[in-house]
């Protein structure tokens, strides 16, 4: 049974595609790399909301989390 509050998202973390399970309409936007610094970026945006999380990790999978 799935649950409503939650809707699968399909992300592209390093070339795979993943499911992630976010609150009923959150988007997630798929991530770009930076060549420079080997970091990926996915925003995670809320409904309705003024604020993104970014989560942001590099090629050692080192992850920061970031409220903007």
Do not use: Q
């Not at 649950?3 to 595609?17: I, P």
Request: a positive charge; charged letters at 25%.
């Amino acid at each position: 049974m799935k649950n409503n509050l939650r809707e699968e998202k399909e992300v592209v973390f390093d070339g795979c595609m993943n499911v992630l399970l976010l609150p009923s309409g959150w988007k997630a936007i798929t991530p770009k790399k930076n060549n420079t610094t080997s970091e990926i970026i996915v925003l995670f945006i809320p409904p309705k909301a003024s604020y993104h999380i970014i989560l942001k990790y590099n090629k050692t999978k080192h992850c920061e989390l970031f409220f903007s």
